[in-house]
């Protein structure tokens, strides 16, 4: 069974960093686009980071030049580095395993990161 685990988030106050892990299990990530989504309260979820097969990476423009998406195949572990957090980071971040030909995409449970003023 597929199973994607985050880990690293917590609390942090404005300007500091944190780095988020995801794993994942029973898959191989080698040929497959990672991708990093946040959801704040009330709102909807939201594409943050993501990575391809061949380490292109995008990012929404909100976090550009503050995060950075890592991925390590041999690992099969996928990261999010946040630097300069500002409280509208705060949310659950997913990470998300994103096969090809359509097949939907696998979910990790989140990680809670909150900043605070």
């Known amino acids: 069974q597929v199973e994607l685990v985050e880990s690293g988030g917590g609390s942090v106050q404005a300007g500091g960093s944190l780095r988020l892990s995801c794993v994942a299990s029973a898959i191989q990530i080698n040929f497959k686009t990672m991708a990093w989504y946040r959801q704040a309260p009330g709102k909807q979820r939201e594409l943050v980071a993501q990575i391809t097969r061949d380490f292109n990476t995008t990012y929404t423009d909100s976090v550009k030049g503050r995060f950075t998406i890592s991925r390590d195949n041999a690992k099969s572990a996928v990261y999010l580095q946040m630097n300069r957090l500002k409280p509208d980071d705060t949310g659950v971040y997913y990470c998300?395993?994103?096969?090809?030909?359509?097949?939907?995409?696998?979910w990790g449970r989140g990680t809670q990161v909150s900043v605070s003023s």
């Open positions: 998300s395993l994103i096969p090809p030909y359509g097949i939907p995409p696998y």
